[in-house]
């Protein structure tokens, strides 16, 4: 069945960086575009960034533009997100998510904390 | 990208029907076809319950349903449940490889 396990969470300051990681299994990677959307404690669900399916392109959302970079490396079934420059707005849940017919999110990890705090 | 405008709490018995609201603009839920649904519980990753404005992903109960008018879109929970309490959100492509989330309903089952 497919699996999708981010990991890296945790607390860091700010300014400081942090690379998230989804281990993707039961499907084949390489034949989906794939997002991480998070989502701030109490708070909605916000897109963050897309990698298509062959990491031809990326396209991140305004507030973290710059700050993150999305990657995938379908030989290892993984996607990251290395984050950069980080400020307690960014303190959420990560979720990666495959994308699914019609741009939708079928499939979702189960999460990953980063708290950003001094 | 502001968030889609989702009301911030929706009630029904069991057994009712409720509707919740999604509204956005021309640049992404009057534009595409391509509104999709999200059912959320506490503690839980969201689960899609509809995608394309009204088609149901497999293994979904068709109590869900989905429907467009303009810029807003619009998920109907009928014969309303327990399990069916928790949090949704819509989500409509909005172009250029970007996407918008709903701002959030939490339904309760009374």
């Known amino acids: 069945q497919v699996q999708l396990v981010e990991s890296g969470g945790g607390v860091v300051q700010p300014g400081r960086s942090l690379r998230l990681s989804c281990a993707a299994s039961?499907?084949?990677?390489?034949?989906?575009?794939m997002h991480w959307v998070r989502q701030a404690p109490g708070k909605g669900l916000e897109w963050v960034a897309v990698v298509w399916y062959d990491g031809g392109e990326k396209h991140y959302a305004d507030s973290v533009k710059g700050r993150f970079t999305i990657s995938r490396d379908n030989s290892k079934n993984t996607l990251d997100l290395q984050m950069n420059s980080l400020s307690a707005e960014d303190t959420a849940v990560y979720y990666c998510a495959r994308e699914g017919n019609g741009y939708t999110y079928d499939y979702w990890g189960q999460g990953t904390l980063v708290t950003v705090s001094s | 990208q502001s968030a889609l405008t989702q009301p911030a709490s929706v009630s029904g018995s069991p057994g009712q029907s409720i509707t919740i609201s999604c509204t956005g603009t021309s640049r992404d839920v009057g534009n595409y076809n391509l509104v999709s649904w999200y059912q959320q519980h506490p503690g839980k990753a969201p689960r899609l319950i509809i995608y394309?404005?009204?088609k149901w992903p497999s293994a979904v109960s068709n109590r869900f349903s989905g429907s467009k008018s303009g810029n807003t879109a619009s998920l109907t929970i009928s014969g309303l449940q327990a399990e069916d309490e928790a949090d949704y959100y819509c989500?409509?492509?909005?172009?250029?490889?970007?996407?918008?989330f709903g701002s959030g309903t939490k339904v309760t089952v009374l």
């Open positions: 039961g499907f084949t990677l390489r034949s989906f575009g």
């Open positions: 989500c409509s492509y909005a172009g250029s490889s970007n996407y918008v």
């Open positions: 394309g404005v009204s």
